[in-house]
């Protein structure tokens, strides 16, 4: 997703009404904006521009920011999903949003590693059906695997931060995975296939249709702590 670009669309609502809740014991929290919506049509797809990068603590902000926007857009379009009766599209939103909150629960200790502060504005977010919705999180997700984190990730390179090379590693390599789990989805959406049960591993977000044996080839968390998600 657009980190920066959503960081300063969020800056100009900062305005609005702020909803603080306690999330996490690094002392991270979670605003909104008032006027968010579910209905009308989709957000449109990152700009073409491509990403601001700033130095490495900023950027992190920023990528924690987006991750937990993207969190909040997956669940949403999921509940749309399963009223229209896309119920595998459903199980892989659902499976996203898992992913997306290991990113920012890693990019939370990365945060706290540089001196930041891990905020999130939920950004105003319009749906629509889940075709579209599909589409958007797509072009999001390429965005940020092809442009926004492999920026990201020579900028803390560059910089000598291996908690958040580690971080923005580690979700570069699942947005990859959903890219391609979404492209994949697309071409079988009119079948409308059933529900599925999704492994996520908790400790960076790899995005699995089957389970695994041993552990995590990313970061090595055992397999038997996979969360299924359907
Ligand atoms: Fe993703
Ligand atoms: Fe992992």
């Not at 290991?102 to 504005?121: F, Y």
Request: hydrophobic letters at 45%; aromatic letters at 6%.
């Amino acid at each position: 997703m657009g980190s920066i670009e959503m960081k300063r669309i969020m800056r100009r609502g900062v305005g609005s009404a702020l909803l603080g809740l306690g999330l996490g014991a690094l002392g991270w929290w979670v605003g909104a904006d008032a006027s968010a919506q579910t209905s009308g049509p989709p957000a449109a797809p990152a700009p073409a521009a491509g990403p601001q990068i700033a130095d490495t603590k900023t950027n992190l902000e920023a990528a924690f920011d987006s991750e937990i926007n993207a969190r909040e857009r997956y669940l949403a379009a999921a509940k749309i999903a399963d009223r229209e009766g896309y119920a595998y599209i459903a199980s892989l939103f659902r499976a996203c949003a898992r992913a997306e909150q290991a990113h920012a629960d890693q990019h939370v200790h990365a945060i706290a590693a540089t001196g930041g502060s891990a905020r999130a504005l939920l950004q105003k977010m319009s749906f629509g059906s889940t075709p579209a919705n599909l589409q958007v999180a797509l072009s999001l997700e390429v965005y940020e695997a092809e442009q926004v984190y492999p920026a990201m990730l020579e900028k803390a390179r560059a910089e000598h931060v291996s908690d958040a090379v580690r971080s923005i590693t580690f979700a570069l390599a699942t947005e990859r995975e959903h890219v391609r789990l979404l492209t994949a989805a697309a071409q079988t959406l009119n079948q409308k296939p059933v529900a599925k049960t999704f492994y996520i591993c908790p400790g960076c977000g790899r995005t699995m249709e089957s389970p695994e044996p041993g552990e995590c080839p990313n970061c090595f968390t055992s397999a038997r702590k996979f969360v299924k998600v359907t």
